[in-house]
């Protein structure tokens, strides 16, 4: 941040590489681990993360490809993290194929209240263009993963600001391991977000009204609550 409370484009750099990098690692890290690592980069907590975000890594065995190296040393080196952690973290050649699976579209719970908070905060997301939701296999329940269309526009760590808002909301509903995905607009999907959006029902879409069906559960005060969205 300059003299006059502006963030640098340096640091400004330094907080996409990180934010892509975690978005890279959906299904690779644990979601517990993964959410409270973007709910630091959200808050600024850079010199934690300088060093938990590769240690994490290396802990959990997980490699990352070239392209995720180069990001990762732009965020632990920009920070003042040391290269040797970064260059400990295993290699793999590209992004894994994902491990879980995800439930057909129409075949999971379908639209909750959840659902509806999620399409009632997005027309006033800066930048957001589309919100989707697809639910994950998981060992119990399945698992709600939040697909976002972000703002192509990065300055001030905006995508990553976004995750941790959003995971916020969704934590406040009750979801101790938020899964939200942010995206930019120029993106190339990992195997993970391919299988993901393949999966995915919209919830909302700039330029459209869209309402959910009815359902049972949602009261009438929910469906007020997204038509005024």
């Known amino acids: 941040m300059d003299q006059n409370g502006t963030v640098s484009s340096s640091a400004d750099e330094a907080e996409q590489a990180c934010h ?4 890279a690692m959906a299904g690779r890290l644990p979601d517990r681990l993964l959410w409270r690592l973007r709910d630091w980069l959200s808050s600024g907590a850079h010199v934690a993360l300088r060093t938990a975000l590769p240690r994490a890594l290396l802990r959990h065995r997980i ?4 392209d995720e ?3 990762l040393r732009t965020a632990v080196l920009a920070w003042g993290g040391p290269a040797r952690l970064v260059d400990a973290v295993l290699h793999v050649d590209a992004a894994p194929e994902p491990t879980a699976g995800f439930v ?5 719970p379908g639209w909750d209240d959840t659902d509806l908070v999620l399409r009632a905060l997005a027309p006033v997301a800066g930048g957001v263009t589309a919100v989707r939701r ?4 998981g060992s119990g329940a399945p698992v709600r993963v939040v697909i976002v269309d972000g703002p192509a526009d990065a300055s001030t760590g905006g995508r990553a600001a976004l995750t941790g808002a959003l995971q916020r909301a969704l934590r406040a509903r009750g979801e101790s391991d ?3 995905e ?3 607009p120029t993106i190339v999907p990992t195997p993970y977000h391919r299988a993901a959006l393949a999966a995915a029902e919209v919830l909302w879409r700039r330029g459209t009204d869209r309402v959910p069906p ?7 005060e929910a469906g007020e609550l997204v038509g005024h969205g």
């Open 69 to 71: 190296r180069a990001r």
């Open 134 to 137: 697809a639910w994950r296999h």
């Open 182 to 184: 942010v995206l930019a």
């Open 178 to 180: 938020p899964c939200v």
């Open 214 to 220: 009815a359902r049972a559960g949602l009261g009438a």
């Open 20 to 23: 892509d990098v975690l978005l």
């Open 104 to 108: 057909e579209p129409g075949r999971g």
């Open 63 to 66: 490699g990352v490809s070239e």
